[in-house]
């Protein structure tokens, strides 16, 4: 009986791995399991090879195991592209289409077996011929780790329109029956159910905005932060707000910040190559004090890089693109449920620090589909501090002691005032003198510097002299090493940053207390992450990056490997 078993289902566009995939999630969520399906394709546009890659487990996880045990395909077109991602241990099983021959050998060598099985056959024989093989193929991974077949059935009732639901039950059932005749990999018995959601991070994402009071977001889509958009088109009418599609980034961040101006927390979310092209107006909301958020679904890069793969590799140009001293918020979600949290904690942060806010998010994150325990949310939401009418020359600028001056809404009597890019005076009126630019650029800082984040800067787990710094996606597969490490006696502890900038030194020293070892773990090919500490912490001089570009996922046995190497 296995804690964990994680299978994939791979073919060519249109075959269906990816609805198939989605099912295989919801029969495990509703037969009590965790699961994680991450997803993977070829460059195309449109069509082009495709896996889905699941993980079902007895724990919560957001991470992906050391190797698979089944990978199951419907054709090999292709599919041989994606054997580093899919890696197959000696006691895996493949399982291919009778028709479309041997598997490519890569994902033979290392021993895994092979198993030939009619698909295409047995969807035929579905009452009415009107069976799918990725059907036949779902129930074939259920029956092999051991998914209950009402739990099966159930996700596939729900998947399924109602007039082929029969034709998809008759095709899963088909491939569960052929499950018993190849030896399996079936799961310890579930948890105690709890309450759970099945979400992605990109959704979760989209929901922490509104909680933290966005209420406008323009979007121009993205790989892979287009989902983000996509979910809030629907949820923001429902809760009266408005989403503009704007003809590119550029207008995008304008109109958010347009709209932020007007009163009204606003979001835009993207990629690398869209956040390039917002940075110039970043800078003007730091300048004009206006608060935005941003949602940064990282990818590879750099330009167009790998559009479908992840990556971390847009720490700097969040933390120091922006030309100028111009202060500003990254936040960094270390978890699909995190999403929520973190995302709404940008919101909040951005609206009273009145600066714009980046959320670091990755395509691993963004795009990961998820059973996690449904989070506790805080209801807690700062507004902005705003000006009431004013009989006085009013002040936008004003030089207070925190930094963070009243900002009125266009119309309010008395408060008119210029927002723009110049440097400027108190009352906004644009200034060339250094003495006005250097207690603009002191007020812009103070409100940042002064921030106390309490204990969200970063998540902190364990005790030990071995330390294990990192940030974002490779959390999950970091704290899993590190119970393995645990496990052989051991001691380590685990911190991920949340709050990237501004920088905490002060609750980071304390964090690594008695630390002798600290091992950065980061998806860059530069190790901007261990830099970017060096430059704001006081780290161990024998700090190091574990760090390698994407778009291949860490898997816990390589840090568990480092953790015990010395």
Not at 34 to 54: D, F, K, W
Not at 182 to 192: D, I, K, N, S, V
Not at 503 to 508: D, F, G, I, V, Y
Request: net charge neutral; charged share 20%.
């Amino acid at each position: 009986m296995h804690r964990s078993v994680s299978v994939a289902l791979a073919g060519s566009g249109g075959a269906g791995v990816m609805t198939a995939g989605n099912v295989l999630l919801e029969a495990a969520a509703a037969a009590g399991y965790y699961g994680l399906m991450t997803r993977t394709s070829g460059p195309q546009i449109r069509g082009g090879e495709a896996a889905a890659m699941l993980r079902v487990a007895t724990f919560a996880t957001d991470g992906q195991d050391d190797h698979f045990q089944v990978l199951a395909a419907l054709d090999w077109q292709n599919v041989g592209r994606f054997a580093s991602e899919i890696p197959l241990g000696p006691s895996s099983l493949v399982i291919g289409e009778a028709t479309a021959g041997a598997p490519p050998e890569v994902f033979l060598k290392g021993g895994a077996r092979y198993a030939a099985l009619p698909l295409k056959k047995l969807a035929a024989q579905v009452t009415g011929g009107g069976g799918w093989p990725n059907m036949v193929a779902l129930g074939v991974l259920a029956g092999l780790i051991g998914i209950p077949s009402a739990a099966l059935d159930a996700a596939v009732r729900k998947a399924v329109k109602q007039k082929n639901v029969e034709a998809g039950l008759g095709a899963a059932h088909l491939g569960f029956a052929q499950a018993a005749a190849l030896g399996g990999f079936p799961l310890e018995a579930p948890p105690r159910k709890s309450p759970r959601w099945l979400v992605t991070g990109n959704e979760a994402a989209g929901y922490g905005a509104l909680r933290g009071g966005v209420r406008f977001v323009a979007a121009y889509p993205i790989t892979p932060a287009s989902e983000l958009l996509e979910w809030l088109t629907p949820a923001l009418a429902k809760v009266g707000g408005t989403l503009v599609q704007a003809e590119d980034e550029l207008a995008s961040i304008n109109m958010a910040i347009g709209a932020s101006y007007g009163g009204v927390p606003s979001l835009t979310a993207t990629s690398g190559p869209g956040l390039s092209l917002m940075i110039e107006s970043l800078g003007l909301g730091v300048a004009a004090e206006v608060p935005v958020v941003v949602v940064d679904v990282m990818r590879t890069g750099p330009s167009t890089g790998i559009a479908t793969k992840t990556e971390q590799g847009d720490l700097n140009i969040a933390l120091y693109g922006l030309h100028g001293d111009a202060p500003h918020v990254v936040v960094a979600p270390n978890s699909l449920a995190d999403c929520i949290g973190a995302t709404q904690w940008a919101v909040e942060l951005a609206e009273k620090l009145q600066v714009p806010a980046i959320v670091l998010s990755d395509q691993y994150l963004g795009q990961a589909r998820g059973v996690v325990d449904a989070p506790q949310l805080n209801e807690h939401s700062t507004e902005r501090l705003k000006a009431g009418p004013n009989g006085e020359a009013y002040k936008r600028y004003a030089l207070t002691p925190s930094g963070i001056s009243p900002m009125a809404i266009p119309g309010t009597a008395g408060t008119t005032y210029t927002a723009d890019g110049l440097e400027h005076n108190e009352r906004g009126l644009p200034s060339s003198q250094a003495a006005d630019h250097l207690a603009q650029m002191d007020k812009r800082a103070r409100k940042v510097s002064q921030l106390d984040p309490g204990d969200a800067w970063a998540s902190i787990e364990g005790e030990g002299d071995v330390a294990l710094l990192t940030f974002g996606s490779c959390t999950a597969p970091a704290r899993e090493a590190l119970a393995r490490a645990r496990a052989e006696g051991f001691d380590g502890r685990l911190v991920s940053v949340r709050l990237l900038s501004p920088a905490q030194p002060e609750r980071l020293a304390r964090a690594l207390e008695g630390v002798k070892r600290v091992l950065v773990i980061e998806q860059n090919h530069s190790g901007q992450f261990l830099r970017h500490l060096r430059s704001e912490y006081d780290l161990p001089k024998d700090a190091r990056s574990l760090r390698r570009p994407g778009p291949l996922p860490f898997r816990p046995e390589e840090i568990y490997r480092e953790i015990v190497a010395k």
